[in-house]
């Protein structure tokens, strides 16, 4: 069974620390894989969406990196700020056609200023 | 285009009465994603269409649910004689042909609480 693990469940930080969130699949067959913020009782927005062929993408303070091998990705953000408090998720696509996206149940984020 | 449009945002019914949703997906989009998330948990996969045919459901999809996306356009889900376990985050997505090369853009969902 295809299954997506994001540990922890919460994490609480003061602002300007760097911090890694973290991302596991059980199939290396996993096509690619995209991570999500969603703000409490909104919508999913995409942050970043890292090819198979790639090993990592990066958007401002955001980095995101898949290693297939080991079944893990990892979402780096720097210098964290209060407004980056939201739930983090992250799906892999198990096929091109992107019709089997697997999510993790995210990771909560707190950052205090 | 200003994305993925879902309308109501909320929605509270009772149980028993029949709801329907709306997703307005990005214009050039040809594929259109329903997914549902209850509290604490991560989407779970219901429905998708490309342009107009469904073409996969899941096991999630009880009878009581129905989609449709007539011309490939927006879409409506229906949820007939409503449950306690209907109560949910309902989002909607779209994407191009090969989503997994494009990703997912995602609506700011529907909420439904059912009394």
């Known amino acids: 069974k295809q299954e997506v693990t994001q540990i922890p469940a919460a994490l609480s930080v003061p602002e300007g620390e760097n911090l890694v969130l973290n991302c596991s699949f059980t199939d290396s067959a996993i096509y690619n894989l995209q991570w999500f913020r969603q703000d409490p009782g909104k919508g999913l927005t995409s942050l970043l969406l890292?090819?198979?062929?790639?090993r990592e993408q990066t958007s401002g303070r955001l980095n995101a990196s898949l290693d297939k091998s080991s079944g893990r990705s990892t979402l780096y953000i720097a210098a964290s700020q209060p407004g980056d408090s939201a739930t983090y998720l992250c799906a892999g696509f198990y096929n091109q056609a992107g019709t089997a996206l697997i999510f993790g149940k995210g990771t909560t984020l707190s950052v205090s200023s | 285009d200003t994305g993925v449009s879902q309308d109501p945002r909320h929605k509270i019914t009772k149980r028993g009465q029949n709801v329907t949703f709306r997703c307005d997906p990005i214009?050039?989009?040809?594929?259109l994603y329903w997914y549902r998330q209850t509290l604490g948990q991560g989407p779970e996969f219901l429905t998708y269409?490309?342009?107009?045919?469904?073409?996969?459901k899941s096991r999630l999809l009880s009878d009581r649910f129905s989609a449709e996306r007539p011309k490939g356009s927006f879409s409506t889900l229906e949820i007939q004689r409503t449950e306690q376990g209907d109560s949910a985050m309902y989002l909607c997505a779209s994407s191009l042909t090969a989503s997994a090369n494009y990703g997912y853009t995602f609506g700011s969902g529907t909420r439904l609480t059912v009394v």
């Open positions: 269409f490309q342009n107009e045919a469904q073409l996969e």
């Open positions: 214009s050039e989009h040809n594929r």
């Open positions: 890292i090819q198979s062929s790639q």
